[in-house]
């Protein structure tokens, strides 16, 4: 008899974000995150990026990305690699 949870047959992926949050400009993304239970952070998370619209098919169709680019390298700039 084993205990605990069973093995997934697929190993995880490990994934970690580091970043700053201004308490002002970001407060409702602080307000967010401190609602959400402890150990829901994860899955509160997936769930908010997932309705998000974050999906490829938000790309302009013309070929070009450069409004996509700039998009994305400002989210980047809040975050320390």
């Given at each position: 008899?084993?205990?605990?949870?069973?093995?997934?047959?697929?190993?995880?992926?490990?994934?970690a974000?580091?970043?700053?949050?201004h308490?002002?400009?970001?407060?409702?993304?602080?307000?967010?995150?401190?609602?959400?239970?402890?150990?829901?952070?994860?899955?509160?998370?997936?769930?908010?990026?997932?309705?998000?619209?974050?999906?490829?098919?938000?790309l302009?169709?013309?070929?070009?990305?450069?409004?996509?680019?700039?998009?994305?390298?400002?989210?980047?700039?809040?975050?320390?690699?």
């Amino acid at each position: 008899m084993s205990r605990g949870r069973p093995r997934n047959p697929l190993p995880s992926v490990h994934v970690a974000i580091a970043g700053w949050l201004h308490p002002e400009y970001d407060a409702d993304i602080l307000a967010w995150l401190d609602a959400i239970p402890k150990g829901q952070r994860m899955n509160a998370l997936k769930a908010a990026l997932r309705s998000g619209g974050l999906g490829l098919d938000s790309l302009p169709e013309d070929g070009s990305q450069s409004e996509a680019q700039s998009a994305a390298d400002e989210i980047l700039s809040n975050w320390e690699f």
